[in-house]
């Protein structure tokens, strides 16, 4: 397992669908995984530290887990098949010390993970696999304000949410 950290959000130029890159600590390596855009929303407003007015479901669900005494130790990119990521969310409950693994999206879980300040780790095998890049720090800056951009622009319509007046 390697540690790595969210290094930003970026949108794929090609696809215009968002993805979340996680850098290894010398930034060497990174990893693209594409994201809807409402869990972009989630983990972009979590790493400008953004508070909105009511909790979104990543926050819903630490405080569901807060509650019950438990604790995320660590969340893992564990797999890719077919160009499909795979995810693991992994509870500790201090009292008793009982250890559970719960199956994720990637995104879903590096948004918990940044939630409750949880080291994210990618398995070997998804490190080695074809998609890891060197990217132009300058570039996923410059993706990075289109994003920003991009939600300064978006309303509850564009999801197409029940009561909005989108078709």
Same mark, same amino acid.
């Given at each position: ?5 969210? &290094?930003?959000? #970026?949108?794929d130029?090609? %696809? *215009? ?6 850098? !290894?600590?010398?930034? *060497? +390596?990174? %990893? ?5 855009? #409402? ?5 972009f407003?979590? %790493?400008?530290?953004? #508070?909105?007015? &009511?909790?979104?479901?990543?926050? @819903? %669900?630490?405080?569901v887990i807060?509650?019950l005494?438990a604790?995320v ?5 564990? !797999?890719i098949?077919q160009?499909?990521?795979?995810? +693991?969310?992994? @509870?500790?409950? /201090? #009292? ?8 994720? +999206? ?7 993970a @940044? +939630? ?19 990217? !132009?720090?300058? =570039?996923c =800056? ?5 994003f920003? =951009?991009?939600?300064?622009?978006l309303?509850?319509? !564009?999801?197409?949410?029940?009561g909005?007046? =989108? /078709?």
């Amino acid at each position: 397992m390697i540690e790595m950290k969210v &290094r930003g959000i #970026a949108i794929d130029p090609t %696809l *215009k669908q968002p993805a979340v890159i996680l850098t !290894d600590e010398e930034e *060497k +390596r990174y %990893l693209p995984i594409w994201i809807g855009v #409402a869990e972009a929303t989630a983990i972009f407003l979590k %790493l400008s530290d953004q #508070a909105i007015a &009511r909790p979104m479901s990543h926050d @819903l %669900l630490k405080s569901v887990i807060d509650a019950l005494g438990a604790k995320v130790s660590k969340v893992l990119v564990s !797999d890719i098949n077919q160009n499909t990521f795979f995810a +693991r969310v992994f @509870l500790e409950t /201090p #009292a008793t010390g009982e250890k559970v693994d719960v199956d994720a +999206r990637p995104s879903d879980a590096i948004a918990l993970a @940044l +939630r409750t300040g949880s080291p994210i780790y990618v398995a070997e095998k998804v490190v080695v696999a074809p998609g890891v890049i060197i990217v !132009d720090k300058d =570039k996923c =800056k410059e993706e990075m304000n289109e994003f920003k =951009k991009f939600l300064e622009n978006l309303s509850p319509t !564009d999801f197409n949410f029940p009561g909005t007046n =989108k /078709p």
